[in-house]
């Protein structure tokens, strides 16, 4: 099992709400992609605290309230008397207990009683908006399907919109966290290796996990532990975003598969797939947060000038190797992926590694924005513009796995139309190559 790693500033801030929670009853939701490690940041904050756990499995209410009601036995030490079928009078049980008591409630998969209950919601509000004046419940509510949660909590039509009192997105380990798990358990890595671990697991607390526990930690033994029998990370893809999509996955995971192949420009995608894609990739971006829209440094916010990235570098991965050639990763014919993943790996890694290095100046640099640059027809593209506004200071990077290819005299001359838009700044120049992370 992992340590568990840098997740300090979210700790501080459930604990502050805990605080708070003595006086009056708080309300937090939690959300972030499947595996992310949204239940063990919960747990291990409350470790040593008066907390109650209820995970929603997709099962009947009554059985889910005979295990509800046990946990709240074996954790708050009080003996519940009656039966309790359904899940507003458990709720109301704790909101009651919770006037004279202080203590944490945490309701995992939050989304599911969508499909055992939807009622459970405005039941909740209404018992919420009776007691939490008097209250002292800690509630924290968590979710893994983005979309569902940010409609339950952010849709003015929603009962429970409104009520939350803080939220929270558990993100992936930064890049500096990823280094520090390889460095632990791997001391002897090169920067290949750390490139590899960051390409293929993103920072994912569950994927950092299995492979540390595989002792996978250099590019050859990643791909055998990924394209291996029973090998969670064949399905992965699927168990993260098919409750997401719903019905119409095939044609989210159609598009998604092409941004990962490189075809991505909206028109390149409408072209292969034959059918119209805004309304599709409006909903990627905006209610499953799983795309960006990238436009060059310095254009107009409504340029036509527009490309598609996906934000999570294991379903990148994932899309573009193992959803892209599923044939054959079903009849587990792992030979000739891995073979395709070999002949591409350079060129797929460089892409990754500009990623890292927009990550790594991010953190590093005080920036009012960063970015890529190209020009109509892909031309003079330039991998990394950083810019501060206040300071009047730009950073220009040509990103290349090796040293030796990286021109800086070709950098300057593709930057030329860039550099006349920025007048009066003071601009640095810089190659980067793996050696450099």
Sequence with gaps: MLKFYNREKEMALLEKNRQKSAETAQMTFVVGRRRVGKTSLLVNSFVDKKAVYFFVEKKNEALLCEEFIEEIQNKLGVTVYGTMRNFKDVFGYLMNLSENENFTLMIDEFQEFRNINPSVYSEMQNLWDKYKNRSKLNLILCGSVYSLMKQIFENSKEPLFGRATARMHVKSFDINTIKEIIGDYYPEFTNEDLLAFYLFTGGVAKYVDLLVEAKAFTVKKIIDEIFSEN??????????????????????????????????????????????????????????????????????????????????????????FVYKYRGAVE??????????????????????????????????????????????????????????????????????????NINLGVLRKKAENLVANLKGYTIDFRGLSIDDM
């Design 231 to 320: 090998s969670l990370f064949l399905d992965e893809g699927k168990n993260v975003l098919i409750d997401e999509f719903g019905k119409d996955y095939g044609n989210y995971f159609s598009i998604l598969m092409l941004i990962a192949s490189s075809k991505t420009s909206r028109s390149e995608m409408e072209t292969i797939m034959g059918i119209s894609l805004g309304g599709y990739l409006d909903k990627l971006e905006n209610e499953f947060g799983l795309i960006t829209k990238i436009r060059p440094v310095l254009s107009k916010p409504a340029g036509k000038t527009v490309k598609y990235r996906i934000n999570d570098n294991f379903l990148n991965f994932w899309f573009r």
């Design 331 to 404: 009849m587990e014919n792992f030979d000739y992926v891995k073979n395709i993943i070999n002949r591409d790996y350079n060129t797929y890694s460089g892409q990754i590694l500009e990623r890292y290095f927009r990550a790594k100046i991010s953190a590093d640099e005080n920036l009012s924005q960063i970015g890529s640059y190209w020009e109509t027809g892909n031309q003079n593209e330039i991998d990394i513009v950083a810019i501060n506004e206040y300071e009047k200071t730009a950073i220009i990077v040509e990103v290349k796995r090796q040293a030796k």
